[in-house]
């Protein structure tokens, strides 16, 4: 079997049984179960939540975004072996860390495979959770052309790339476009201020102004979890994006709860601490792979510059990577995976069959 036909590329074409359009993101994909099959398997499995709660399984592919585009390699590699599983491995420790130790609970019900989740429907909360220890990226890119307000942040003078931050601040974003908020362009992934959400908190979804606070603890704790765990493992956590969402438990109460994936490389910045401390970053997430695409094309701007999203597009479409480039990325996701779940990750020579068969024998989802 060659190493492209072990990439998951594609993972929104499994027959797995639903009533509704799959819905296919950036890398992963969500199947919504029937009403029948969601309240047969809560009963079957005993999941703690609502008998009539949705459920859906979502498949994570090995599909690499970056710069909001999809990139291929050469000889048919259309993802990166075994990124989809590390990214799972990563965010399934962390979200078992955060139920030992008292925080929130997560979306995840069930783990069938190490590509799939079983969820529970959450309605999200609109903002990307964003929590930084260090100035770098999207920041230092600002402060180094003279801003001193960044989220409504007061920075000090004098501070120095990738340096650490006197302390964690928390820098949010719009997730989506949302319309009609005073001061908040219509567009995705806009900076915004705790004065924003505060004035317009129902427009992003909160249930009550109170719950400001609590998604900036949730943030919060989740970050000293992440990063004290991998202090141990001479990992810096540098900065991470969250995202929150409201579920309904079985006793019927409103909760928030942690979505999506947290403190995987693909949502969060991680350096090697030792080659910090001699002055040097060595990425053990998508930073690497951003930085390696911004030095392969002549023109960085294209990647960098939003009013250019036609010709990054074009980029992505019509250009196939070195290979070497591609399995540079498996090696620092596959690494740093094993290095946070301390075994050896399992990589799957045929996932799309694997799925299939453990979803139709044990769960009976696919006729």
């Known amino acids: 079997m060659s190493l492209a036909d072990k990439v998951l590329a594609v993972n929104n074409d499994l027959p797995i049984r639903t009533d509704k359009p799959v819905h296919s993101g ?6 919504w179960l029937t009403e029948a099959d969601s309240a047969r398997l809560i009963k079957e499995k005993g999941y703690p939540v609502a008998a009539d709660a949705p459920l859906a399984v979502m498949v994570i592919s090995d599909r690499m975004s970056a710069f909001d585009c999809i990139w291929k390699g050469e000889n048919g590699l259309r993802g990166v072996p075994g990124k989809g599983a590390a990214l799972n491995a990563v965010a399934n420790h962390w979200f078992k860390l955060f139920k030992e130790q008292g925080l929130a609970d997560s979306h995840i019900l069930d783990i069938p495979h190490p590509a799939v989740w079983i969820v529970q429907k959450a309605r999200p909360v609109m903002i990307e959770a964003i929590a930084r220890q260090y100035i770098t990226g999207s920041m230092w890119r600002a402060y180094s052309t003279g801003e001193r307000e960044f989220c409504g942040i007061q920075l000090p003078d004098g501070l120095q790339k990738d340096q650490k931050l006197p302390e964690l601040l928390i820098t ?6 949302l319309k009609g908020i005073p001061g908040v362009p219509e567009a995705d992934d806009v900076n915004i201020t705790r004065n924003n959400i505060e004035e317009n908190f129902a427009a992003f979804n909160f249930n009550c102004a109170g719950d400001i606070d609590r998604y900036e603890t949730l943030l919060k704790e989740g970050f000293d979890v992440i990063s004290s765990a991998l202090e141990k493992l001479d990992q810096v956590f540098v900065d991470t994006k969250f995202e929150f969402g409201y579920v309904t438990d079985a006793e019927g109460n409103e909760k928030l709860i942690y979505m999506d994936e947290v403190g995987t490389p693909d949502s969060s910045r991680i350096w090697d601490g030792a080659e910090y401390r001699n002055g040097k ?31 990054r597009s074009a980029l992505a479409r019509d250009n196939e990577l070195p290979e070497s480039m591609l399995m540079d990325v498996s090696n620092t996701y596959v690494g740093i995976a094993e290095k946070i779940i301390g075994a050896k990750l399992v990589i799957s020579d045929n996932p799309k069959a694997e799925i299939v068969q453990v979803l139709r024998d044990q769960y009976g989802l696919i006729d």
């Open 26 to 31: 950036k890398v992963r994909s969500v199947y």
């Open 172 to 177: 949010p974003s719009t997730k989506g476009i």
């Open 281 to 311: 970053v060595v990425e053990n997430s998508k930073e690497g792979f951003r930085q390696a695409l911004l030095n392969h094309f002549p023109d960085p701007d294209i990647l960098l510059n939003k009013d250019r999203m036609d010709e």
